[in-house]
């Protein structure tokens, strides 16, 4: 078991410009959370699935922000049109079906300069 | 939405002694977990407690979901303890996060 993996680890772009990341959760865990962190502050939700179906969506997530579980295995979160106010340590978290136990990964750290 | 509160939110000690954090939540909630973040912004799990008492090692929570808290106890602390602290709940799918306890240990 391999635990959460992200990619990338970092991330600079200039604002205006589309980002995309990507969650590979723990094999068989077929839940898959999103979540962004500010400096100083805890995770902030963002979306959760179970397998593809996307059951949370937080008001965070402005219509600027997209997330897809397809094949409810790996994930991906795109930010559109990216501002400054998006820099943020993005963190991804899965769970086995029969537990709502979070596992996270290493997260994507996203600077928009 | 659930508030979480965490205090004391900065807690400063020498190695060897011993502490408690507080987690304080305003609804009920399915789930609780406690968290510590690394250095390089990794979260750690130290406990799934939807309720009662769990031990590992020289750390033990204990959650009391009628009263809506939780508590984070740290005995003999260790340089190696250092973070920031964050407590989860979790009620239909959805998480929330406290602001975090920063711990430094001091040798």
């Known amino acids: ?113 | 939405g659930i508030q979480v509160e965490q205090s004391p939110p900065d807690l400063i000690l020498q190695e060897g002694a011993n502490s408690t954090l507080r987690c304080n939540f305003s609804d009920s909630v399915n789930n609780l977990q406690w968290f510590h973040q690394n250095p390089w912004g990794q979260l750690i799990n130290l406990f799934y407690i939807p309720s009662g008492t769990k031990q590992n090692g020289r750390l033990s929570a204990t959650t009391v979901a009628t009263e809506r808290y939780s508590l984070l106890y740290i005995s003999s602390s260790q340089t190696t303890d250092s973070g920031v602290y964050f407590c989860a709940v979790e009620r239909s799918g959805k998480s929330t996060f406290g602001d975090g306890t920063t711990l430094t240990v001091k040798p």
């Open chain 1, 1 to 113: 078991d391999t635990g959460v993996s992200q990619d990338p680890r970092h991330k600079i772009t200039k604002r205006g410009q589309n980002v995309t990341f990507r969650c590979d959760p723990i094999s068989e865990h077929n839940r898959l959370y999103w979540y962004r962190q500010t400096l100083g502050q805890g995770p902030e939700f963002l979306t959760y699935f179970q397998n593809e179906a996307q059951l949370e969506k937080s008001r965070l997530l402005s219509n600027r922000f997209s997330a897809e579980r397809p094949k409810g295995s790996f994930s991906t979160l795109e930010i559109q049109r990216t501002e400054q106010g998006d820099s943020a340590m993005y963190l991804c978290a899965s769970s086995y079906k029969d537990s709502y136990e979070q596992y996270f990964g290493p997260g994507t750290r996203l600077t928009v300069t």
